[in-house]
């Protein structure tokens, strides 16, 4: 069965603009989530999707934002670039979203903002 | 709120000698634990994760770790390190919907 994938794995970006990043789940899992990682703040919840819906969301602001559609895949949206978002994101799925289901990873992308 | 702490940043081990990486956990019910390892410009990958049960875990690559509810602790050890191993390992608590993270910690192996 195949991984989570995550599509680009790099991107550069200037201050200001918009940036769109995917995510494709394993298959028949329903949950995708969304991780931020930096080397000053680690890793941290961005949101999390299941069956279309967000349910759950981290402490980031509005510029961050995402979606999932039909067939699970989902993409997260960044507006108005600073800095500071400059990360690795990361994507992780997982079949239903229960306390106890384990999260899978994919390999990332490299966001650079400069 | 569920916490993590890893109080190692870096631990450095000889190819062939035993490791052990420590992870301490704030949660007020029975947790969901997991450790995953990272390499150098790469995801996540689970090597293990207690939910229940038997309180020590064996998991992939020859990692095992031990779930101690009275320290609260969930320590990740490997008897005999590979050059391989090198990279950062993360412990994990899991809530009803996200993971919760400690810091890492970076293992670098000599030769």
């Known amino acids: 069965k195949a991984g989570v994938t995550q599509t680009p794995r790099y991107l550069i970006k200037t201050r200001g603009q918009q940036v769109t990043l995917s995510c494709s789940p394993i298959?028949?899992?329903?949950?995708v989530s969304w991780y931020q990682q930096t080397p000053g703040q680690g890793l941290q919840f961005l949101f999390e999707y299941f069956s279309e819906t967000q349910r759950n969301k981290g402490n980031f602001p509005g510029r961050f934002s995402g979606r999932q559609f039909s067939n699970s895949r989902s993409e997260m949206n960044v507006s108005t670039l600073e800095l500071g978002d400059s990360a690795l994101y990361l994507c992780?799925?997982?079949?239903?979203?229960?306390?106890?289901?384990?999260?899978?990873f994919g390999p990332g992308t490299r966001l650079t903002v400069l | 709120a569920q916490s993590v702490t890893q109080p190692d940043i870096h631990i450095t081990v000889s190819e062939g000698a035993s490791l052990e990486l420590r992870c301490n956990y704030s949660y007020g019910a029975t947790p969901y634990l997991f450790w995953y390892v990272q390499s150098p410009g790469q995801g996540l990958q689970l090597l293990l994760k207690y939910f229940s049960g038997d309180t020590l875990v064996q998991g992939i690559k020859g990692f095992e770790a031990e779930f101690k509810r009275s320290q609260s602790s969930f320590n990740l050890r490997k008897p005999s390190v590979h050059w391989s191993d090198a990279a950062e390992y993360f412990c994990?608590?899991?809530?009803?919907?996200?993971?919760?993270f400690g810091a890492g910690t970076t293992v670098t192996v000599r030769a």
């Open positions: 992780a799925s997982r079949i239903t979203g229960g306390q106890g289901d384990t999260q899978y």
């Open positions: 994990a608590v899991g809530d009803d919907y996200k993971l919760s």
């Open positions: 298959s028949g899992h329903r949950s």
